[in-house]
C-alpha cells in the first residue's frame, strides 16, 4: 500500500510473453467470425 499503484506492478518483468503461431491465431480468428457460439447466443463475448 506505501507503494501506492506502483504497487501493483511486477517488480521483474520474467520473460516476455509468448505469442501463438500465426496458423493458430488465423484458425482461432476464422472460427470465431464464421461459426456461432454453442449455447445459441448470437455473438462471441470474448
Request: no cysteine.
Amino acid at each position: 500500500m506505501a507503494e501506492r499503484l506502483a504497487g501493483l506492478y511486477a517488480r521483474h518483468p520474467g520473460r516476455s510473453p509468448v505469442h501463438p503461431p500465426e496458423k493458430l491465431e488465423a484458425r482461432v480468428l476464422k472460427l470465431t467470425l464464421t461459426r456461432r457460439p454453442s449455447d445459441g447466443s448470437t455473438h462471441w463475448s470474448s
